[in-house]
């Protein structure tokens, strides 16, 4: 999601006052703070600076803390507020940011923080610096209590501000335009005596890069907030299961004809499933640690009010540009660690012609990747659904496979190889006995089925390309109603279930 920045290159400026405003509910921010107490000791010089800010900011530091809601949301807020001394950290700041995130922690409310702040303030010295340390364990506490923090990384965001609480959001959002990096350009010029590349620190170039969720202005912020929060705050355990068709005998197809089904370009992926099936859809991108994979989608969302992480491989990107690498799976471990942490039900959706196979992928390290995902799966609290949408091809499908309970669409199947593959191996070379080892192999849904490597299968009539809504709907409605027995199941019955099925 981005939105153009102004004509300047650079967003309007909004106070921190000006920003709350825009963001909570009209009347509903209350203040958390009290008055700062200044030391006695303080140098002359730095306190003029100090009462110059107050007097050019209207503010008494550089952090403002309350909470208020966004659309009817109770949350938490700390904001930066740059015109006070560049909305530097020191050590007032740091003790006004530490109460505000620990009372949001210890009152269960969500964190909005809104970063603008040339980083440490160096009036203060190391003594304001070691507070990156302080100020990023409050956060890590209130990660660690399951509560959502979301980011809003403003124009500028630099240095330790950037480095510590600015990087740690479960949902990241940069304003158009922003200046967002570690050292700011006017260091690096000072430092090295050239200008530091243009682009490479705004906030569009982080998030083609996977640093960021999305890009937009303050005032469309509640509605990316209010749908995470919907999801986050959704629901999870004791909902009655949702309405959903039971499974049924369907005519016989062979192998080859379902893998020529899901081949079809019409056929329904994971973009259908959530446009026709999901709601409170707040897509998040990329791994957050520098890489972007629009091929593996990851969102939050919500089937029939069961909220979940979803992350899915997108046959219509794959299709166009090519197989999935490494970089891909890293999306998905970060899918898997916001289920854990947020205590949320983890959605996997199976849907590839094959993972990469390059030189790329192979120092990209595919192959740890792939363990890593299955290592993660198999031991994540959290209760998991996998979708066997179509494609299911080698260790790109294998990777994002274990789960409490799989479901599968009639046509969908799941091999070692593509057929053509498996053909060339057995038959030295020759891919034209494709058909043949899918059926040897029984890589069908319903050989599946039938061995219990699949829980549930979803009915296609007689194609779900030729009923994608219909058929989006229907997988919703089962998807939920795994999600709500499963969220009602003691984790360790999940976890042994899911350690011992494939003991055939």
Same mark, same amino acid.
């Given at each position: 999601?981005?939105?153009?920045? /102004?004509?300047?290159?650079?967003?309007?400026?909004?106070?921190?006052?000006?920003?709350?405003?825009?963001?909570?509910?009209?009347?509903?921010?209350?203040?958390?703070?009290?008055?700062?107490?200044?030391?006695?000791?303080?140098?002359?010089?730095?306190?003029?600076?100090?009462?110059?800010?107050?007097?050019?900011?209207?503010?008494?530091?550089?952090?403002? /803390?309350?909470?208020?809601?966004? *659309?009817?949301?109770?949350?938490?807020?700390?904001?930066?507020?740059?015109?006070?001394?560049?909305?530097?950290?020191?050590?007032?700041? #740091?003790?006004?940011?530490?109460?505000?995130?620990?009372?949001?922690?210890?009152?269960?409310?969500?964190?909005? %923080?809104?970063?603008?702040?040339?980083?440490? *303030?160096?009036?203060?010295?190391?003594?304001?610096?070691?507070?990156?340390?302080?100020?990023?364990?409050?956060?890590?506490?209130?990660?660690?209590?399951?509560?959502?923090?979301?980011?809003?990384?403003?124009?500028?965001?630099?240095?330790?501000?950037?480095?510590?609480?600015? @990087?740690?959001?479960?949902?990241?959002?940069?304003?158009?335009?922003?200046?967002?990096?570690?050292?700011?350009?006017?260091?690096?010029? &000072?430092?090295?005596?050239? =200008?530091? =590349?243009?682009?490479?620190?705004?906030?569009?170039? !982080?998030? *083609?890069?996977?640093?960021?969720? #999305?890009? !937009?202005?303050?005032?469309?912020?509640?509605?990316?907030?209010?749908? %995470?929060?919907?999801?986050?705050?959704?629901?999870?355990?004791?909902?009655?299961?949702?309405?959903?068709?039971?499974?049924?005998?369907?005519?016989? $197809?062979?192998?080859?004809?379902?893998?020529?089904?899901?081949?079809?370009?019409?056929?329904?992926?994971?973009?259908?499933?959530?446009?026709?099936?999901?709601?409170?859809?707040?897509?998040?991108?990329?791994?957050?640690?520098?890489?972007?994979? =629009?091929?593996?989608?990851?969102?939050?969302? *919500?089937? @029939?009010?069961?909220?979940?992480?979803?992350?899915?491989?997108?046959?219509?990107?794959?299709?166009?540009?090519?197989? !999935?690498?490494?970089?891909?799976?890293?999306?998905?471990?970060?899918?898997?660690?916001?289920?854990?942490?947020?205590?949320?039900?983890?959605?996997?959706?199976?849907? /590839?012609?094959?993972?990469?196979?390059?030189?790329?992928?192979?120092?990209?390290?595919?192959?740890? $990747?792939?363990?890593?995902?299955?290592?993660?799966?198999?031991?994540?609290? &959290?209760?998991?659904?996998?979708?066997?949408?179509?494609?299911?091809?080698?260790?790109?499908?294998?990777?994002?496979?274990?789960?409490?309970?799989?479901?599968? %669409?009639?046509?969908?199947?799941? @091999?070692?190889?593509?057929?053509?593959? &498996?053909?060339?191996?057995?038959?030295?070379?020759?891919?034209?006995?494709?058909?043949?080892? #899918?059926?040897?192999?029984?890589?069908?849904?319903?050989?599946?089925?039938?061995?219990?490597?699949?829980?549930?299968?979803?009915?296609?009539?007689?194609?779900?390309?030729?009923?994608?809504?219909?058929?989006?709907?229907?997988?919703?409605?089962?998807?939920?109603?795994?999600?709500?027995?499963?969220?009602?199941?003691?984790?360790?019955?999940?976890?042994?279930?899911?350690?011992?099925?494939?003991?055939?």
């Amino acid at each position: 999601m981005t939105t153009s920045a /102004t004509a300047a290159g650079k967003p309007p400026r909004l106070s921190a006052p000006e920003l709350i405003d825009t963001v909570l509910d009209t009347g509903s921010f209350v203040s958390w703070d009290s008055p700062i107490v200044r030391p006695d000791d303080l140098d002359p010089e730095y306190l003029a600076d100090i009462r110059a800010a107050e007097e050019k900011s209207g503010v008494d530091e550089a952090i403002l /803390t309350g909470s208020g809601t966004i *659309r009817g949301f109770r949350v938490a807020v700390v904001a930066n507020e740059f015109r006070f001394l560049a909305g530097s950290i020191g050590i007032a700041a #740091a003790d006004r940011l530490d109460t505000a995130i620990r009372r949001a922690t210890a009152e269960g409310l969500p964190l909005l %923080a809104a970063t603008a702040s040339g980083g440490t *303030r160096m009036q203060e010295g190391t003594a304001a610096f070691v507070q990156m340390v302080r100020i990023t364990d409050a956060i890590a506490a209130h990660r660690a209590a399951g509560l959502p923090y979301l980011v809003y990384l403003r124009h500028p965001t630099t240095g330790g501000v950037f480095a510590s609480w600015g @990087s740690l959001g479960h949902v990241t959002v940069g304003e158009p335009g922003a200046l967002i990096g570690f050292l700011g350009p006017k260091v690096f010029q &000072a430092l090295y005596d050239k =200008p530091f =590349p243009p682009g490479v620190q705004q906030a569009e170039n !982080l998030l *083609r890069h996977g640093l960021l969720d #999305a890009v !937009l202005p303050a005032h469309r912020l509640p509605e990316i907030a209010s749908r %995470a929060l919907t999801v986050l705050s959704a629901r999870r355990r004791g909902m009655p299961p949702v309405d959903a068709a039971a499974e049924e005998e369907q005519p016989e $197809e062979t192998a080859w004809e379902s893998i020529q089904r899901t081949r079809r370009p019409e056929r329904p992926g994971v973009r259908e499933l959530l446009r026709f099936a999901a709601t409170d859809v707040v897509p998040l991108n990329g791994t957050g640690q520098g890489e972007a994979q =629009p091929g593996l989608m990851l969102v939050l969302a *919500r089937f @029939s009010g069961m909220p979940c992480v979803l992350l899915g491989q997108d046959r219509a990107w794959q299709g166009k540009n090519g197989p !999935l690498g490494p970089e891909a799976l890293r999306v998905a471990r970060r899918g898997m660690r916001l289920a854990d942490e947020l205590d949320l039900p983890l959605v996997s959706v199976i849907d /590839t012609p094959g993972a990469a196979l390059s030189q790329e992928a192979e120092e990209g390290g595919l192959a740890g $990747e792939i363990a890593r995902c299955l290592a993660d799966l198999v031991a994540l609290p &959290a209760p998991t659904v996998c979708v066997l949408l179509g494609e299911g091809s080698g260790g790109g499908a294998m990777a994002l496979l274990p789960a409490d309970r799989v479901i599968a %669409a009639r046509h969908a199947w799941l @091999s070692p190889l593509p057929p053509e593959g &498996a053909s060339a191996i057995v038959h030295r070379g020759d891919p034209s006995f494709a058909a043949e080892m #899918a059926a040897a192999q029984q890589i069908r849904a319903v050989d599946m089925r039938r061995r219990g490597i699949v829980d549930r299968l979803v009915p296609e009539y007689d194609d779900a390309a030729d009923e994608p809504a219909a058929f989006a709907r229907r997988m919703g409605a089962v998807l939920a109603q795994e999600i709500a027995v499963l969220s009602t199941r003691p984790e360790s019955q999940r976890l042994a279930r899911r350690a011992g099925r494939y003991a055939f």
